[in-house]
């Protein structure tokens, strides 16, 4: 099974104990594949330093993880017409239309509105954690 997070869902699991962080020890131990995209990372890495101060130190501590645990990270997302109001919305949807992804996990209400993009279900972290037995 394959899944994008949005960039929420990453913040979610450096900054909080909860279901994203869970899932992000899911994708670490291959629970399933995690692919993420450099758009994401791009964001991600401007979101901690422009909202939450993160030094240096802790982004770059912050991308080695994400790196260890996503199975693949694509160079470029191929465009997409656009769909959301937030072309950074855009891009997860191009990410996982790319790689062909079972899911896009996010916690932001324009994409889940969506609730599936060209085959792909848009679900919140708590609706993926239902997914896994234990």
Do not use: Q, W
Request: glycine share 4%.
């Amino acid at each position: 099974m394959k899944a994008v997070f949005d960039t929420n869902v990453l913040i979610a699991a450096f900054l909080t104990e909860g279901i994203c962080g869970k899932l992000m020890i899911r994708a670490r131990r291959r629970d399933f594949d995690l692919i993420l995209c450099d758009g994401i990372l791009k964001e991600f890495r401007r979101i901690l330093k422009k909202k939450f101060a993160a030094s240096i130190h802790e982004t770059s501590e912050a991308l080695i993880i994400l790196s260890e645990a996503a199975l693949k990270i694509i160079r470029r997302a191929d465009a997409i017409t656009p769909v959301c109001r937030d072309s950074d919305d855009d891009l997860i949807l191009a990410c996982a239309k790319d790689v062909f992804a079972d899911y896009i996990v996010t916690g932001d209400e324009d994409l889940l509105v969506l609730k599936n993009y060209e085959g792909i279900e848009i679900v919140k972290p708590r609706e993926f954690e239902k997914l896994f037995p234990d």
